[in-house]
């Protein structure tokens, strides 16, 4: 679902918005929320978008010297227009220079990519050096405090030049390592990640095909990136600490002004609790009936490499196997798109026309020239993850993905899409508010639309659909295939950077890399690993926005306040009847409640826009529940009906731990004892046992009848003192 990821750490306005992504931190000495400078900005950023290098020692000790501070607002006014100047040609320069690197991965392009960096770099050092010279205590003009708030962090660039280069070629070695990582055959053909191996995780039903493309991504890909993730976190630290923050983590958690935001979104989580772990025991036991016992356990955590996605984040893919009806009319599109020839720019096309329908603005011209809407196919290599890209001169604005005609990119081009129109939205802003209101309101605006585009009134509209819905049978289904996307994906999304974060604060070593990614994958998904791991496993870095150093609770964020605003937008389209059956096309009342939020980027704090969309400040669950509620109560028929236990209370099985009694497929050996030995020589190993157990036996009962005999002897003898030998050896043995 693209779900994944942006870039993340370059100064603090480059947005490039990609599917899966974000990017990080802001914040200055004064304590006061500030962004990253960051290149990618949005659902996949690019890690190297946020590399910077330096030749310039970052002037920190200015700081702490305390100089005499300007409170001239006049001097401040005039400092801003020449930044956001400065800032709107060395960041187009910069995103130029990265999207050739991510568009055709090669020494050339990492090399100006590295060059733009350091200007970058410079350009950061310098105006966040003087922005720390004002004293905003008494400004009377709000505005002008957040924009020098912002400038005021030098994020990375704080970094001493030796080391910010060092960073910056480990960001890129980390993600040029993983974009360009494939897994071969034995007959030499290798496959990429995207769409090879991702194609093969959707479609395929074999337990053994799956586990060997699960097994060797991250043997390929998480196992190359270990050696540079420690160091990087040892940097990234440091370049916060120079920032005012506790840790990396503590920088990323900023961005959402939010001073109990953990506590915050835990609540959030358990709200959706019940949720998650009816669709998980009722795909579970779907699962336990396709692969059998012997690979999955009804009351233990489900294999990662089965749920149809090499992450396991959503679960989409094997809606065959876990459809409630299936005698219903089909809901997936795909087929239909194809028979009818529909592209990948026909399908960008349908994203924007479906915006333009809300009275929002059109894509400019240059978008349908300067994207890459398909994979070339002329030997390039490229950065597949999807994003969105804004180059800062107001009309270009661009988006990679190496689009498949599918029903699942056909909601990834929307969502890509919805990133664009923030960037149109915002436009007009100064650079430094040319950003969401907090990361996931950028994430939450194009996934808003997906959630019309895939009802089936919507597919049947533009004909992809033959009916337009309407049976309780129906509207289970869809409301299960939607639930595989965003049910699912709750738990992961929450994981990932609660790793992260305790990563950045020390409380996970390096040592436990591996294995708390994995306790963590248990605790709040319900998964194990379909094979053993140890600490020589990477898994964490398997995962884009990992080695892209790309924050990931965006996207938490981002898909519990879409529904918000699903919710609000169709009342504000008149909109009667369940939540889920709701498409706010050609809703100009829609569209004026999201522009409205949008065009404020970054201005305000997120509570304003979300009150502009929903009429209230919060964050809140309630909406995602009762999109779902008709689908909670029959799984909790459904379930209560097969008697499922909910949760993994067998926490500790594995499928590997029944595979160490069972053969391996294909390849006429089996496990005896943890060895993986031919057929043959653990029959005869199991002979041995045997003859060993039979000799035991005839020795012990030997051994009974020596001892009976001496007892029995010893009883008609007179007590003579201590007695040693056997029984007092055997007493004590």
């Not at 990017?23 to 006061?32: F, G, W, Y």
């Not at 420690?230 to 990234?236: A, I, R």
Request: hydrophobic share 40%; proline share 6%.
């Amino acid at each position: 679902m693209g779900q994944g990821g942006a870039a993340s750490g370059l100064p603090s306005l480059l947005f490039l918005f990609l599917l899966c992504c974000g990017h990080p931190l802001l914040v200055v000495p004064s304590q006061e929320v500030t962004r990253q400078v960051t290149v990618n900005h949005g659902t996949t950023t690019q890690a190297t978008t946020r590399i910077q290098t330096s030749h310039h020692a970052p002037a920190i000790s200015q700081t702490t010297q305390r100089p005499i501070r300007v409170t001239d607002e006049v001097t401040a006014s005039n400092f801003l227009e020449e930044y956001d100047a400065k800032s709107l040609v060395v960041w187009n320069e910069y995103a130029e220079a990265n999207w050739n690197y991510n568009t055709n991965i090669s020494t050339e392009t990492s090399k100006t990519l590295l060059k733009k960096n350091a200007e970058m770099a410079n350009h950061t050092v310098e105006y966040g050096t003087r922005a720390r010279r004002f004293d905003i205590t008494y400004f009377q003009n709000t505005t002008m405090k957040r924009m020098i708030h912002k400038i005021q962090d030098l994020e990375r660039a704080a970094l001493p030049p030796p080391e910010l280069e060092e960073y910056n070629q480990i960001l890129l070695n980390m993600e040029t390592t993983y974009s360009v990582a494939t897994v071969c055959l034995a007959n030499g053909t290798c496959l990429h990640l995207d769409p090879d191996l991702m194609n093969l995780m959707a479609t395929s039903r074999s337990y053994d095909e799956l586990l060997w493309a699960w097994k060797n991504w991250r043997d390929k890909a998480g196992r190359a990136i270990l050696p540079f993730f420690p160091k990087y976190v040892e940097l990234s630290n440091k370049a916060a600490r120079l920032n005012g923050y506790a840790d990396t983590g503590d920088s990323w958690r900023s961005m959402y002004e939010m001073p109990a935001l953990e506590q915050d979104l835990e609540q959030l989580f358990q709200e959706l609790q019940p949720l998650y772990v009816n669709l998980h025991a009722y795909v579970r036991r779907a699962l336990h009936r396709h692969y059998g016992p012997q690979h999955v356990n009804l009351e233990g955590p489900i294999p990662a490499h089965l749920l149809g996605n090499m992450w396991a984040q959503t679960w989409s893919n094997i809606y065959d196997l876990v459809v409630p009806f299936p005698s219903a009319p089909k809901m997936d599109a795909t087929e239909a798109m194809i028979k009818q020839g529909w592209t990948p720019r026909r399908m960008f096309e349908e994203a924007n026309n479906f915006f333009i329908s809300l009275g929002l603005l059109p894509v400019p011209p240059e978008f349908w020239n300067r994207s890459m809407l398909e994979k070339p196919t002329d030997g390039r290599e490229v950065v597949c993850h999807a994003s969105a890209w804004d180059f800062f001169n107001g009309n270009d604005f661009r988006i990679k993905q190496c689009t498949t005609v599918s029903m699942e990119d056909l909601v990834v081009a929307h969502h890509e899409m919805g990133h664009i129109q923030y960037f149109m939205q915002y436009k007009h802003l100064p650079v430094t508010f040319r950003e969401g209101a907090n990361p996931g309101f950028h994430e939450a605006i194009g996934d808003v639309l997906a959630l019309s585009v895939s009802t089936p009134k919507h597919l049947h509209s533009i004909n992809l659909l033959s009916s337009d819905g309407g049976s309780y049978e129906q509207d289970i289904n869809f409301l299960m295939k939607i639930a595989l996307d965003k049910i699912a994906f709750i738990p992961f999304s929450y994981l990932v950077d609660q790793w992260r974060w305790r990563v950045f604060d020390g409380s996970i070593t390096k040592e436990n890399y591996n294995q708390e990614w994995w306790s963590l994958r248990l605790k709040y998904q319900g998964l194990c690993p379909p094979v053993a791991r140890s600490q020589d496993d990477f898994d964490p870095g398997a995962k884009f926005h990992i080695p892209s150093s790309v924050p990931y609770i965006r996207y938490f964020v981002g898909f519990i306040i879409q529904f918000q605003f699903h919710e609000a937008l169709c009342q504000a389209a008149g909109h009667k009847g369940p939540l889920h059956q709701c498409d706010i096309f050609q809703s100009k009342e829609a569209g004026k409640r999201l522009a409205d939020a949008m065009k404020l980027g970054y201005s305000k704090p997120w509570p304003e826009a979300m009150e502009l969309i929903t009429g209230q400040p919060n964050m809140s669950a309630s909406a995602m529940m009762n999109y779902f509620k008709p689908l909670l109560d029959w799984l909790l028929t459904e379930n209560g009906r097969h008697g499922e236990q909910l949760g993994w209370p067998q926490y500790n099985w594995t499928p590997d731990s029944v595979r160490s009694e069972a053969s391996f497929p294909g390849n006429g050996r089996v496990n005896f004892l943890g060895l993986n030995l031919e057929e043959q020589q653990a029959r005869v190993g199991q002979w041995v046992l045997l003859f060993l157990g039979v000799a035991l036996l005839v020795a012990t009962l030997g051994l009974t009848q020596r001892l009976f005999s001496i007892r029995s002897h010893s009883i008609h003898r007179p007590h003579r003192g201590p007695q040693f030998g056997s029984e007092v050896e055997l007493r004590h043995s």
